[in-house]
Every structure is written in C-alpha cells, then in structure tokens.
C-alpha cells in the first residue's frame, strides 16, 4: 500500500493517506520550538499494518527538518521514540508541562 505522510496544520495534525482513505492521524500541539504529540489514532480496520509506524516517522523526520523538537505525550509516539532511540532519541525535549 502505498502510504503518503501530511502534515495538516489547520488541524493540528498529521495525516496517512492511501489515495483519499484517511489511514491514521497524529494529533499535535506547537509550542515555542516543540511539537508536542498528543493522540496518535489508525483506523481499525489497519491496525497492525505498520501505518502507525511510518506516521510516525515521517512526522519526526518532518519535525527534525524544521529544526524542531518533539515531546511524545502520546503514549504510542513514546513507545516508537523508545524503540527507535538511535535515530530519534536527539528529537525528544522535556516536556514543558512536566
């Protein structure tokens, strides 16, 4: 399936897309230099698929190209940072909110 990663400011979020099929999104606040990820949601109906994960991705790699940090609330965006320390621990601030 080919996948494609946007980031959607009016709303706050980033979006997968298979053609016009809204696969995943994750939800996100911006804050002084940070992009705070706060609900990451895939559909069920591709749940396992991976979409969470390249969402994911290509939002940080988003992230690092502006020269911003992220804070990953969002329990699964934190799970995926974890899992992917080496390339993407450097992305991760404090949270502002303690």
């Known amino acids: 399936m080919d996948v494609t990663v946007t980031d959607v400011p009016e ?26 990820f706060t609900h990451t949601v895939v559909q069920p109906a591709h749940e396992g698929e991976g979409i969470g994960s390249t969402l994911v991705r290509a939002a940080l790699d988003d992230v690092r190209r502006q020269g911003l940090r992220a804070v990953p609330r969002c329990p699964f965006v934190a799970a995926w940072v974890r899992r992917h320390r080496e390339g993407y621990g450097d992305l991760v601030a404090a949270d502002p909110q303690g």
Not at 13 to 36: D, M, S
């Open 11 to 36: 709303r706050d979020r980033y979006e997968a897309r298979a053609g016009a099929e809204l696969l995943a999104v994750a939800q996100y606040e911006r804050a002084e230099g940070l992009v705070v």
